[in-house]
């Protein structure tokens, strides 16, 4: 199924996937924008550290590339296996 499919059947999904994207990106950027790497050994340090931003990068990693996996099976034109076997 094409990108153009995918709106064609559900234009909400389709933007609220993209639109999650987007927010998920712009959210690690934050992220990793308010990292200060000097606190981290700090044992008076209060709030934000930087093991706090780095696991929080890593998990908006992930849902990044479960979003990415997600429109490459959108975008895939055949859901069906190849044939076995394959033809010339």
Do not use: C, H
Request: charge should be negative; proline fraction near 5%.
């Amino acid at each position: 199924m094409g990108l153009r499919t995918a709106l064609d059947q559900s234009k909400l999904l389709t933007f609220v996937a993209l639109g999650a994207f987007v927010w998920l990106l712009l959210t690690l950027l934050d992220v990793a924008g308010e990292i200060d790497v000097f606190a981290a050994g700090s044992t008076d340090f209060v709030g934000f550290n930087a093991t706090a931003g780095i696991a929080g990068i890593v998990v908006l990693a992930v849902v990044l590339g479960v979003l990415v996996a997600l429109y490459s099976e959108i975008t895939e034109t055949d859901p069906a296996p190849e044939t076995w076997p394959p033809s010339e």
